[in-house]
C-alpha cells in the first residue's frame, strides 16, 4: 500500500516561489514514474507535472509550464516540485502519486495522501 507524503506547502505571495516535497513511506519511488497534481476550490482534481522512471522525461500541463519544475532527487526516494512566478490560480492542496507513464498521459494508481496546501496571495 502507497502511503505518500506531501510537504512545503505554505502562504506566498504573487511572484513568490515554493518547493514542495513528495516521498512514499516505506517505499522508494527511484523505479517510479511520479506525477503531481492539485485541487483547487471547485475544480476537480488535475494533473500538472511528470516525470519518467529512466530516461528521465518530464511534461507540464500548460497552465504551469515554463513556471514549475519537476526533479528527484539524487537517491531517487524525492519527487520534487519547484513552484516559481506564484499566482493566484495556483492556490490549492497539492498531491503526488506514481502513475503510469502513457505517451504524454500520466495516470495515477496510488492511493492519495493528505497533500499539502498552497495559498498565494494577491
Known amino acids: 500500500q502507497w502511503d505518500f507524503v506531501e510537504s512545503g506547502g505554505a502562504l506566498a505571495h504573487t511572484g513568490g516561489s515554493l518547493r514542495l516535497s513528495c516521498t512514499a513511506s516505506?517505499?522508494?519511488?527511484?523505479?517510479?514514474?511520479v506525477a503531481w497534481f492539485r485541487r483547487a476550490p471547485g475544480k476537480a482534481r488535475e494533473e500538472i507535472a511528470c516525470?519518467?522512471?529512466?530516461?528521465?522525461?518530464?511534461r507540464y500541463e500548460d497552465s504551469v509550464k515554463g513556471r514549475f519544475t519537476i526533479s528527484r532527487d539524487a537517491d531517487g526516494n524525492t519527487v520534487n516540485l519547484q513552484m516559481d512566478s506564484l499566482q493566484p490560480e495556483d492556490t490549492a492542496v497539492y498531491y503526488c502519486?506514481?502513475?503510469?507513464?502513457?505517451?504524454?498521459?500520466?495516470?495515477?494508481?496510488?492511493?492519495w495522501g493528505q497533500g499539502t496546501q498552497v495559498t498565494v496571495s494577491s
Open positions: 502519486s506514481v502513475v503510469h507513464y502513457k505517451g504524454n498521459r500520466c495516470v495515477p494508481f496510488g492511493s
Open positions: 516505506g517505499r522508494t519511488l527511484r523505479y517510479s514514474s
Open positions: 516525470i519518467k522512471d529512466n530516461p528521465i522525461t518530464t
